[in-house]
């Protein structure tokens, strides 16, 4: 089983529409969660971190449930920009960010 | 703002040839890491430092070297390139390691693409 698994789609929407994306982990330990974002052939970069009561940023939100071992993102008002891959990366539970476990990214397309 | 850049940005190589990717970061970040990127796989560590002068072994580090003698640069070797090192190369930097809310967030070069033939 991977560390970090995801559906890798592609999710293709509608503009306007409403898109979840899960992501389950396999050590129970971890502590830390993120989503990051990554364009076609650019690098990805952080688009929110995941806090244990939930967080929102703007029509974005992630959410944790550690009893399950898993974090959700959720998109809403897709936009023709939020097309790009989302990764779940989470920390192994050591202090060390040198142990940052990325899933292998689930694919979205927002169609016209 | 140049941020963390990567040399070269394309290459190919034939096999048993032998090449350095350099990373560099301007933001005096302690941490820097390489990352491979394969179809279906995510990202994968290949090695990452802690430190100037230091260096340790990630997920998949063999067939890797690295030095990072300077504070703001991160090599990265290949001795004796494989067509299995065929990959896009990623090199990132953090501030901490700190863990909690806003510790992930790694700064990424802009890839490299490497070919072994």
């Known amino acids: 089983r991977k560390e970090v698994e995801q559906d890798p789609g592609p999710f293709n929407v509608p503009e306007g529409a409403t898109v979840a994306f899960n992501c389950t982990y396999s050590?129970?330990?971890?502590?830390?969660f993120f989503w990051y974002r990554q364009d076609c052939r650019k690098e990805p970069k952080l688009l929110m971190s995941?806090?244990?009561s939930g967080n929102e940023d703007g029509r974005f939100t992630a959410q944790l449930n550690r009893a399950s071992q898993y974090i959700s993102l959720l998109i809403r008002d897709s936009k023709l920009s939020d097309s790009a891959t989302y990764l779940c990366?989470?920390?192994?539970?050591?202090?060390?960010?040198?142990?940052?476990?990325f899933g292998q990214g689930t694919t979205l397309q927002v169609k016209p | 703002n140049a941020g963390v850049t990567q040399t070269p940005k394309f290459r190919v190589l034939k096999t048993g040839q032998s090449m350095t990717l350099l990373c560099a970061q301007d933001?005096?970040?302690?941490?820097m890491y390489w990352y491979r990127q394969d179809p279906g796989m995510g990202l994968r560590l290949i090695h990452y430092?802690?430190?100037?002068?230091?260096?340790a072994k990630g997920e998949v580090p063999d067939g890797y070297n690295v030095s990072r003698l300077k504070k703001q640069n991160f090599l990265l070797g290949l001795e004796s390139a494989a067509p299995s090192q065929t990959s896009v190369y990623f090199c990132?930097?953090?501030?901490?390691?700190?863990?909690?809310?806003?510790?992930?967030?790694?700064?990424f070069g802009e890839g490299s693409r490497l070919t072994v033939l």
């Open positions: 050590n129970s330990a971890s502590q830390s």
């Open positions: 990132a930097s953090s501030y901490s390691t700190t863990v909690g809310p806003n510790t992930g967030e790694l700064f």
């Open positions: 990366v989470v920390n192994k539970g050591s202090s060390n960010t040198g142990k940052l476990i």
């Open positions: 995941v806090y244990s």
């Open positions: 933001m005096n970040h302690e941490y």
């Open positions: 430092s802690v430190g100037e002068g230091t260096t």
